[in-house]
């Protein structure tokens, strides 16, 4: 029996009958930890010329540093450039160092909802009820396998949301609405667009603090990139005076050809400093995690496309002023 047919057949427990208060449904927070080298060879190499980061902890006694709640819509409207599996990865290597991470998935296809091996059940409440039906947002939060990772599911049923919401009042800021009481329960929340510049992704960046634009390594995936700019400054002019584009990440590397660096060049030497020095490689192991329902920190925590996104994770975490680093 293949592994993709006991995935898509395993009985998933119903959802329960009754959503209590939030914080009551997710277990506590685990000690936070910091990146580690996977122990091969080729990781040994890359983590030895990594930064190291140190995550700031919060004091019981409320002294320590405030706690820094962000909202990050990972967005590009060009398809096929790693943004789903950036959302689900990175968010498994933030939830691995110890921050309560919640992902948000805004992509009709819900494939963020199956990277992390969560099946929605029917009338179960998901993101799409509540954009339309505005419920609370604490009934749909589902906890996963991964510790200190929490999702709200997608369903189909969030392709009809835009014909939906045409008439609605405020329809650009409905995420925002339904995400704003949880920002104390969550360290990061990671929004996963689709790949479009529709009001889904509208409602994303009305919602986020900051956007991460994952960027493939072929000249195809440069197209759009400032279209995708103008409307992160049209937005913020007009629903959102907080956005700001957090950064660039280059997906789906491969240090073989010269056109993954010449793509990577003509990036960095665009958008300089506001792309990650961390490039995400391509990896059979990373394609193959979905198929199991687990990020790659789960998955083979040992590859290189899962200390690729450790490294992301603790250099995001100091650019968002969570974190401390050293080199």
């Known amino acids: 029996m293949s592994r993709w047919y006991r995935y898509w057949t395993t009985p998933q427990p119903a959802p329960s009958a009754t959503a209590g208060p939030a914080p009551s449904r997710w277990p506590a927070r685990e000690t936070p930890r910091l990146p580690r080298g996977s122990g091969n060879g080729d990781d040994r190499s ?45 968010a498994g290597a933030l939830a691995d160092l110890g921050l309560r991470v919640l992902l948000v998935d805004l992509d009709p296809q819900a494939n963020a909802t199956s990277g992390v091996g969560v099946r929605v059940a ?19 939060i589902e906890a996963t396998a991964v510790p200190n990772l929490f999702l709200l599911p997608a369903t189909i049923d969030l392709a009809g949301a835009e014909i939906e919401l045409v008439s609605a009042f405020s329809r650009e800021q409905k995420l925002r609405r339904a995400l704003e009481p949880l920002r104390g329960d969550f360290d990061l929340m990671i929004i996963d667009c689709p790949p479009s510049l529709g ?28 279209a ?21 990440v280059m997906t789906m590397m491969d240090g073989r050809t010269r056109l993954s660096q010449q793509v990577v060049d003509e990036v960095t030497g665009h958008f300089r400093e506001l792309v990650f020095r961390t490039r995400i490689p391509r990896s059979v192991r990373l394609a193959e ?17 899962a200390l690729g996104y450790r490294r992301l994770a603790g250099e995001l975490l100091a650019r968002v002023g969570m974190a401390t680093a050293s080199v």
């Open 199 to 226: 009001l889904l992704t509208v409602n994303a960046l009305s919602a986020a603090d900051g956007v991460i634009v994952p960027i493939q390594c072929e000249y195809y995936a440069l197209e759009g990139l400032h």
């Open 46 to 90: 890359e983590a030895a010329a990594a930064p190291t980061f140190h995550v700031e902890q919060r004091l019981p006694d409320g002294k320590g540093p405030r706690p820094t709640h962000k909202i990050l819509a990972i967005a590009n409207q060009k398809g096929g450039v790693g943004k789903t599996t950036t959302a689900v990865n990175l």
């Open 289 to 305: 995690a979905p198929s199991y329902g687990q990020p790659i920190s789960t998955f083979d925590p040992t590859c290189r496309a």
């Open 122 to 140: 029917a009338g179960q409440v998901s993101v799409y009820d509540l954009l339309v039906s505005e419920e609370a947002a604490q009934k749909a």
């Open 228 to 248: 995708l700019q103008r409307n992160t400054d049209l937005i913020r002019v007009n629903l959102n005076p907080a956005l700001q584009i957090t950064g660039f």
